[in-house]
């Protein structure tokens, strides 16, 4: 089982540059989620989905665009990095139900210089 | 705004000690995991507790949730190097898990 997938796993931009992060996952799950995680703050939700054609905002959503167009994939999209950007992403699905799991991929290290 | 603190932040103990984790919220949850993440990995679920009061037991681990359903506690009866992680306790309410600021925990042999 391949779970959830997130490509690059690492990544260094310059200020100003754009990128997306990849995530895909293989359970059928219609929830997906995109978190940052930085030192001492736990994980903060970005931006998602609960369905394909449906996204949200989360706690900190800005400077990041995301879109879903299928079930399995679910992209987040850097238009213009900034160093406060920098930090590692977690991409996250679960069943529908409120008590359902998360299941994270193994994160992308972005630096922005 | 961060909706669950935890505490400690880090902690550092002696294999065979005991140990409490805590998560705490002036918000009220439908449910309350705690998850256990592995450096350059994602996070795993440990536990999920629904009802306020309730304890579950993993093995040496020991989960509680609120009365109140605003706090967790985690704890650990004599530790062992295989503990060593960041514990992270997740509140879900209004459709989403709000992470807590995590608890570094390392355990010497």
């Known amino acids: 089982n391949a779970g959830v997938t997130q490509t690059p796993k690492f990544q260094v931009l310059k200020t100003g540059q754009s990128m997306t992060l990849q995530c895909a996952q293989d359970m059928n799950h219609e929830y997906m989620s995109w978190y940052r995680q930085d030192p001492g703050m736990g994980l903060r939700l970005i931006h998602y989905?609960?369905?394909?054609?449906?996204?949200d905002q989360g706690e900190v959503p800005n400077g990041y665009n995301v879109s879903r167009s299928t079930t399995e994939d679910f992209p987040l999209r850097l238009l213009s990095a900034a160093p406060s950007q920098t930090s590692v992403y977690f991409c996250?699905?679960?069943?529908?139900?409120?008590?359902?799991?998360?299941?994270f991929g193994e994160g992308s290290r972005l630096t922005v210089l | 705004t961060q909706l669950l603190e935890q505490s400690p932040q880090f902690l550092s103990i002696q294999e065979g000690e005991n140990l409490t984790v805590y998560c705490n919220s002036s918000?009220?949850?439908?449910?309350l995991q705690w998850y256990r993440q592995e450096p350059g990995e994602g996070p795993v679920l440990l536990v999920t507790v629904v009802t306020g009061g309730e304890v579950k037991k993993l093995k040496r681990l020991t989960f509680q949730f609120g009365d109140a359903r605003k706090d967790s506690s985690l704890h650990i009866t004599a530790a062992q190097p295989g503990d060593t992680g960041l514990y992270l306790c997740?509140?879900?309410?209004?459709?989403?898990?709000?992470f807590g600021t995590g608890t570094s925990l390392t355990v010497i042999p």
């Open positions: 996250a699905s679960r069943g529908v139900l409120n008590t359902g799991e998360l299941f």
């Open positions: 918000s009220v949850f439908s449910s």
């Open positions: 997740a509140g879900f309410t209004g459709n989403q898990f709000y």
């Open positions: 989905s609960v369905g394909a054609g449906i996204t």
